[in-house]
């Protein structure tokens, strides 16, 4: 789960982490309120579930409530990365001496938690990234030891010129790796760690990523989620127990299995077509499941073609089949539709099909390239 600068920064307070006052708001008049509440000089930064805002525009100084009215109304209208912004954050502008950098990731090649630090932070930090890594410095943290103090140390010392940021530092580090572990982070980021004046090191941005396996363990975090992160048909997959990935192509796929259901969309990739979702009905599929993923799927404008690809285990293909047939009659299914059905129950699965004039095929090689074609022939019209 990802979650907006301004909630990232709400729970930085909580743990200490050193932050501007800041409010929000979703009209312009609301944030020259703000503005003229805070006085002076401030910032208007667009809230949005992706970074680069500061490059699209997206983060502006004002000198007054005027100019934050105009600035907030402008941001509220850009899209970045095609994302409406709906919301800005208001706070007393920094002025700000240096950028560093502060990270930890999961990094799961080395298998622990990596600080990342540089002295060179700010919009730039990709490129930076990618053409002078050795400016990154890097600290792996074994999560059942924590951070070793002596190397943190070390690092800081390097990145930082006197020891009163190097105190404040490990401070923040400290205290964004207990942030990290207990409310089970894979990211967190603060780009710009910015000195201000007075040798002052302040979070002017936020970035968190949950885990959402580990959700589940923090009801403190419901607060935090954003209906926006997840597309009207995950949210609606969700609620039926259906595990949904809007993606882009034109071709709907209902499998049984997250991990046959990746084999799938490689396969209809190898095979020149492109998945408009990834779909698990899951292990124990009941008619209407099947019924519900084929209604989302359709409610897809983009779908050509549907795909559905079982290998029955745990769940019958006689469901699968039936489920078919449900929908058929309770919605129009204008689309063409493979199918492949495999494991308990096919023989009875497949005649239930047939019988109502479906093809269906049992080698998963024929089914998608029938799709795809399908898909093709479609096109060509
Ligand atoms: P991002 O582009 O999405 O990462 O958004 P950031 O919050 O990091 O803002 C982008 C850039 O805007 C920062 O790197 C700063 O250079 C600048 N910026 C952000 N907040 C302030 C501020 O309070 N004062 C000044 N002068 N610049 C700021
Ligand atoms: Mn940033």
Do not use: W
Request: aromatic share 4%; with cysteine.
């Amino acid at each position: 789960m990802k979650i907006h600068e301004y909630q990232a920064k709400e729970l930085f307070g909580e743990y200490g982490i050193p932050v501007q006052a800041q409010e929000t708001a979703t009209e312009a008049q609301a944030a020259r309120r703000a503005a003229e509440r805070f006085g002076g000089e401030v910032v208007i930064k667009a809230q949005v579930l992706v970074g680069g805002r500061g490059k699209a525009g997206g983060v502006q100084l004002a000198a007054s409530g005027e100019e934050a009215e105009k600035k907030a109304g402008d941001i509220l209208a850009l899209q970045i990365k095609d994302l409406p912004v709906e919301r800005v954050l208001v706070a007393p502008a920094a002025d700000i001496q240096q950028e560093y950098y502060l990270g930890l990731i999961l990094d799961r090649g080395s298998k622990t938690i990596v600080l990342m630090i540089s002295a060179e932070g700010g919009v730039d930090i990709e490129e930076l990234a990618a053409t002078s890594p050795e400016k990154i410095r890097q600290l792996p943290i074994n999560p059942v030891d924590g951070v070793e103090v002596g190397a943190l140390r070390k690092i800081l010392a390097e990145t930082f010129p006197s020891p009163e940021l190097q105190k404040q530092a490990e401070d923040t580090v400290e205290k964004l790796y207990r942030l990290f572990i207990e409310k089970d982070c894979s990211l967190v980021e603060i780009n710009p760690y910015a000195k201000v004046e007075g040798e002052q090191l302040l979070a002017l941005d936020a970035k968190i990523n949950f885990d959402d396996n580990a959700l589940y363990k923090h009801p403190e975090l419901e607060r935090f989620k954003n209906p926006e992160e997840y597309s009207d048909d995950e949210i609606e997959a969700r609620r039926h127990g259906l595990s949904f990935v809007s993606l882009d192509g034109d071709i709907g796929c209902i499998v049984n299995g997250a991990g046959l259901a990746m084999a799938t969309l490689d396969i209809v990739k190898l095979y020149g077509g492109n998945p408009a979702n990834f779909l698990d009905v899951g292990g124990s599929s009941s008619p209407e499941k099947v019924l519900n993923a084929l209604r989302i799927i359709l409610g897809n404008p983009k779908v050509k073609a549907i795909l559905i690809n079982i290998f029955g285990g745990i769940t019958r293909c006689d469901d699968i089949a039936n489920g078919i047939l449900m929908a058929m009659d309770q919605i129009e299914i204008k689309v063409p539709m493979v199918i492949r059905l495999i494991g308990t129950n096919d023989v009875e699965g497949r005649k239930l099909l047939t019988e109502r004039g479906f093809q269906v095929a049992e080698q998963l090689s024929d089914a998608v390239a029938q799709v795809v074609r399908q898909v093709e022939g479609g096109a060509a019209q």
